[in-house]
C-alpha cells in the first residue's frame, strides 16, 4: 500500500512537468544562450573586425567604422593604427581585408617601416573615395583585384612609399585629385588594365609614374590633358620573357614625372605666375664709378648621391624585381634580390649590379622565398657576386629545371642550412667546373635533394 502511494505521487510529479513544458512551447517564451560575435576577415591593425566592435575602433585621435551590410569602412581623422597584420600577402598590413570593400572618411597614416602596406587587400577589389594622406611603406592602397578611385572631393596624398598605388586587377582613376612624390612608381597594375579618365593627377617617381605589367593596356582618356609629358606615348619594354607599358616622353624616355588634369592645367600648388614687366636694361656705371663688374658665381658642385639605408626595399623595373638594401657603405652598398614583380616569369637572372638613384648597389644575397608563387619559373641564374643565400629561398618554385650558379663565393657559412629546401628532386644544378665536388657537397647538405643533377 505505501508504495503504491509513493509510486502514484511520481505519477503526478512527471505529469505536472509535462503541463508546464508544454505550456512554455505554446507560449511565445523563447530559452536560448546568447550567441558569439560575427567575425569578418578584416583587420585594423592587429584588431579584427567583428560585429561586436564594428562600430567603434580607435584610431589615434580618430577612429574607424565598418558597415557589413555594404561592406564600407569608414575612417574618422584616423591618425594612428596599433599594430599590423599580413594574413595571406607577404608583407604586413596597417588595414587587411579578404572582403570587398568601399574605403570611406579621412586620414593620415605613417607607416611603421619600409616594408608594411599601409591598407592591403587580398582577392578583394576596393573603392576608395575620400582624403587620405599616407607615408612611408612598401604600398600606399594595394590588392591583388582591382583598385577604383573616383569622386570630385576625393584627395589622395601618399609620399617616400615604394608604389602609392597597386591595383594587380587593375587600377581606375576616374575623379579626385592625386599627388605621389618620392615614390618608385606612382601607379602599378599587374594583370589588368590601367585607366586614367579624369581627376587632377601628379607623380613625381624614381623609376616611373605608371606601369602596366606583362603587356596590360594603359587606357587614358582624350580629354585629360598632360602638362608633363606633354607629348607622351605609350612604349612596351622588354625584360627577358616579361614586358610591360609605360607613359614615356616625346624622347622615349620613361616618364618618372607626370602632371594631368581634366581641365586645362595650371601650377600645381603654386600660385600663377605673375606677368612679366616691360625689359629695361641697367644703366652701365662702370665708368662713373670706377668698378669692375661683378663675376658670374660659378656653380656649386651638388653633393654625392647618399645610398639608402639598410632595410629599404625598392624596385628596379629594368630588373623585374625588388631588392632590399644590406649595406649602405659608400664603399660597398649590397642589396639581397628580394623578389620578381613578374610571377608569370620562366627564367629569372640574379644580377651583378642595380642602380637606383645614382648609387649603383652590388647583388650579394638572394632573400628568403625569394622565388615564392613563380609557378611557372623554369630557370634561375645566380650571378657572379652573390654570396648569401637565404632559408628557403627557392621555396614555392616547384616546377623548376634549372639552377644555374655563376658565383664562386659560395660557403657553408654563407649558405642558410634549408636555402634549397623545396626544389624539385629532378632540378638540374649548372656550376663551375672547378667547384663541382665542393658545390655538390654543399648544396645537398642546405637542402638540394641527393638525386638532383650537379654539371
Known amino acids: 500500500m505505501y508504495k503504491h502511494r509513493i509510486t502514484s505521487h511520481?505519477?503526478?510529479?512527471?505529469?505536472?512537468?509535462?503541463?508546464?513544458?508544454?505550456?512554455?512551447?505554446?507560449?511565445?517564451?523563447?530559452?536560448?544562450?546568447?550567441?558569439?560575435?560575427?567575425s569578418y576577415n578584416l583587420w585594423i591593425g592587429s584588431t579584427q573586425i567583428t560585429s561586436a566592435n564594428m562600430a567603434y575602433i580607435k584610431c589615434?585621435?580618430?577612429s574607424v567604422s565598418f558597415d557589413p551590410s555594404t561592406n564600407t569602412l569608414t575612417f574618422n581623422n584616423a591618425t594612428a593604427i596599433s599594430g599590423t597584420y599580413n594574413?595571406?600577402?607577404a608583407s604586413n598590413c596597417m588595414v587587411y581585408t579578404e572582403i570587398p570593400l568601399k574605403i570611406r572618411g579621412n586620414a593620415k597614416l605613417l607607416?611603421?617601416?619600409?616594408?608594411?602596406?599601409?591598407?592591403?587587400?587580398?582577392?578583394?577589389?576596393?573603392?576608395?573615395?575620400?582624403?587620405?594622406?599616407?607615408?612611408?611603406?612598401?604600398?600606399?592602397?594595394?590588392?591583388?583585384?582591382?583598385?577604383?578611385?573616383?569622386?570630385?572631393?576625393?584627395?589622395?596624398?601618399?609620399?617616400?612609399?615604394?608604389?602609392?598605388i597597386s591595383g594587380r586587377g587593375g587600377v581606375l582613376v576616374d575623379g579626385g585629385t592625386l599627388e605621389f612624390t618620392s615614390v618608385?612608381?606612382?601607379?602599378?597594375?599587374?594583370?589588368?588594365a590601367l585607366e586614367l579618365l579624369s581627376g587632377k593627377i601628379s607623380i613625381s617617381a624614381k623609376e616611373s609614374a605608371v606601369l602596366a605589367y606583362d603587356n596590360n593596356d594603359i587606357n587614358i582618356a582624350s580629354d585629360l590633358i598632360f602638362e608633363t609629358p606633354k607629348n607622351f606615348t605609350i612604349k612596351n619594354i622588354k625584360v627577358g620573357d616579361s614586358s610591360y607599358n609605360v607613359i614615356a616622353d616625346e624622347a622615349g624616355n620613361i616618364a618618372k614625372e607626370l602632371r594631368a588634369a581634366s581641365a586645362q592645367p595650371t601650377t600645381y600648388g603654386e600660385s600663377p605666375a605673375p606677368e612679366p614687366e616691360p625689359e629695361t636694361k641697367p644703366e652701365d656705371n662702370t665708368s662713373k664709378t670706377g668698378l669692375q663688374p661683378v663675376e658670374e658665381v660659378k656653380k656649386v658642385e651638388e653633393p654625392a648621391p647618399e645610398g639608402k639605408q639598410e632595410g629599404t626595399v625598392f624596385t628596379a623595373t629594368e630588373?623585374?624585381?625588388?631588392?632590399?638594401?644590406?649595406?649602405?657603405?659608400?664603399?660597398?652598398?649590397?642589396?639581397?634580390?628580394?623578389?620578381?614583380?613578374?610571377?608569370?616569369?620562366?627564367?629569372?637572372?640574379?644580377?651583378?649590379?642595380?642602380?637606383?638613384?645614382?648609387?649603383?648597389?652590388?647583388?650579394?644575397?638572394?632573400?628568403?622565398?625569394?622565388?615564392?608563387?613563380?609557378?611557372?619559373?623554369?630557370?634561375?641564374?645566380?650571378?657572379?657576386?652573390?654570396?648569401n643565400i637565404r632559408a628557403n629561398a627557392f621555396k614555392g618554385a616547384k616546377n623548376l629545371n634549372t639552377i644555374n650558379v655563376k658565383s664562386t663565393k659560395l660557403t657553408k657559412d654563407s649558405v642558410a642550412s634549408k636555402a634549397f629546401k623545396g626544389t624539385p628532386k629532378n632540378v638540374t644544378v649548372k656550376v663551375p667546373k672547378k667547384l663541382k665536388k665542393t658545390y655538390e657537397k654543399l648544396f645537398i647538405k642546405k637542402g638540394l635533394a641527393k638525386n638532383a643533377k650537379i654539371r
Open 87 to 89: 594574413g595571406k600577402i
Open 319 to 387: 630588373k623585374a624585381a625588388e631588392f632590399v638594401v644590406t649595406s649602405s657603405a659608400q664603399e660597398n652598398p649590397t642589396v639581397d634580390y628580394k623578389c620578381t614583380i613578374n610571377k608569370k616569369a620562366k627564367r629569372i637572372t640574379i644580377p651583378e649590379t642595380v642602380t637606383v638613384d645614382g648609387i649603383t648597389y652590388n647583388v650579394t644575397g638572394i632573400a628568403t622565398k625569394a622565388f615564392i608563387g613563380c609557378k611557372n619559373l623554369k630557370t634561375v641564374t645566380i650571378g657572379n657576386n652573390v654570396i
Open 111 to 164: 607607416a611603421p617601416n619600409i616594408t608594411t602596406m599601409i591598407i592591403g587587400s587580398y582577392m578583394a577589389a576596393l573603392d576608395i573615395q575620400g582624403n587620405f594622406d599616407f607615408s612611408g611603406g612598401k604600398n600606399g592602397f594595394f590588392s591583388t583585384d582591382k583598385i577604383t578611385i573616383s569622386g570630385g572631393n576625393t584627395s589622395i596624398t601618399i609620399k617616400n612609399a615604394d608604389k602609392a
Open 184 to 192: 618608385n612608381q606612382g601607379i602599378y597594375t599587374d594583370t589588368g
Open 60 to 62: 589615434g585621435t580618430g
Open 10 to 38: 511520481i505519477l503526478s510529479v512527471c505529469f505536472s512537468c509535462m503541463l508546464v513544458i508544454t505550456a512554455l512551447f505554446s507560449s511565445n517564451i523563447t530559452v536560448r544562450a546568447d550567441s558569439a560575435p560575427t
